[in-house]
DNA sequence: TGCAACCGATTGCAAAATGCAATCAGTTTG
DNA sequence: CAAACTGATTGCATTTTGCAATCGGTTGCA
């Protein structure tokens, strides 16, 4: 593990474990894609992230305690990547990040409606979906069961949006 | 101005813009540390920025419509860097970006103090201080005049600890 | 008037990171 | 038994970064 920082800075350090290109892109599909496996992120990724650079983003991300891995029982070579408490905390920074890129950069529309459902469900939805994001990572039992996921609402205005588009383009 | 992105993701094209090792250590010693001229972010930055690194995020930023130059009165050839409402609306990222950094980072407690009181000030702290800044900035005016700025209480913080950290080794 | 300090950069160069395509050995499926 | 799939690894060209030296011009001071 490295322990060579440029400053102290809470900022600082934040740049030094996710200011590339890919280490957030892979956090974003874990967390609101619900990938766990290498495969699923190489081939699901549409930014196309290229293997060696995912397989060095893995090990990185796990050396600063970000993921954990773990064997998949149905499969001998299959890994299963797990956030840590660590990464899910992110969420109100994604929330903020897709926000603010909302506002001011050329999103499409289908691909930040989950941004702005995320934005317009306040911490409160943020809260809820980091519940269900220990309970799927980390084993923790749900606070509030029976409520629709919050991936799930997210995935469903997605997909409302790409019908809608496709309806209005037929 | 470039127009090729790898996706219309908001949190994708957020990190096109400063997912780099530089661009928000120097939009925050611009936001927090009031930075305006290029020897002062050069000299005055903590974690090092090298001359071409600076000039060329400078450049980019300004670009990106980030920042804009403006010349100095008092020196020909001085210029003055200003944030745009674009950069001005980061301060809510940064200041999660402070308090995720602050929980689960090595910081150093003389330069997370002002994340610190960032983060216990909330949104209200952070709307007056875009609403310096703007008036900084953009030249604005000010909405409630006559409170102590937002920086100067981080800057009183910051020097609290210091000098108490000073007398607390003596 | 001369000269040092300062202004925002620029240049050259080595090192590191990135992007891309091909490939690997083992596992599972059909 | 072959094809598809698993998480990677390798080689290589290109790009980015980091560092030190330097640039031409401006300013303040003796």
Same mark, same amino acid.
């Given at each position: 593990?490295?322990?060579?920082?440029?400053? &102290?800075?809470?900022?600082?350090?934040?740049?030094?474990?996710?200011?590339?290109?890919? =280490?957030?892109?892979? @956090?974003?599909?874990? $967390?609101? &894609?619900?990938?766990?496996?290498?495969?699923?992120?190489?081939?699901? =990724?549409?930014?196309? $992230? #290229? =293997?060696?650079?995912?397989?060095?983003?893995?090990?990185?991300?796990?050396? @600063?305690?970000?993921?954990?891995?773990?064997?998949?029982?149905?499969?001998?070579?299959?890994?299963?990547?797990?956030?840590?408490?660590?990464?899910?905390?992110?969420? *109100? $920074?994604?929330?903020?990040? &897709? #926000?603010?890129?909302?506002?001011?950069?050329?999103?499409?529309?289908?691909?930040?409606?989950?941004?702005?459902?995320?934005?317009?469900?306040? *911490?409160?939805?943020?809260?809820?979906?980091?519940?269900?994001?220990?309970?799927?990572? @980390? &084993?923790?039992? /749900?606070?509030?069961?029976?409520?629709?996921?919050?991936?799930?609402?997210?995935?469903?205005?997605?997909?409302? /949006?790409?019908?809608?588009?496709? =309806?209005?383009?037929?």
């Amino acid at each position: 593990m490295k322990t060579e920082h440029r400053s &102290g800075c809470p900022i600082n350090l934040s740049l030094e474990v996710f200011g590339d290109r890919w =280490s957030l892109i892979i @956090l974003r599909d874990m $967390i609101f &894609g619900g990938k766990r496996h290498f495969r699923e992120l190489l081939n699901g =990724s549409i930014e196309g $992230i #290229a =293997s060696n650079i995912l397989a060095d983003r893995l090990k990185r991300l796990m050396e @600063l305690g970000m993921l954990t891995k773990a064997d998949d029982p149905s499969h001998k070579q299959k890994a299963i990547y797990s956030l840590t408490e660590m990464a899910i905390t992110l969420v *109100p $920074i994604m929330a903020h990040l &897709g #926000a603010w890129g909302r506002v001011w950069l050329p999103v499409s529309e289908e691909l930040s409606i989950r941004a702005e459902l995320l934005e317009k469900g306040g *911490p409160a939805m943020w809260d809820q979906f980091m519940d269900e994001l220990r309970h799927e990572h @980390l &084993g923790t039992p /749900v606070a509030a069961p029976g409520r629709p996921s919050v991936r799930a609402t997210l995935q469903a205005g997605y997909e409302a /949006v790409v019908a809608r588009k496709a =309806s209005s383009a037929a």
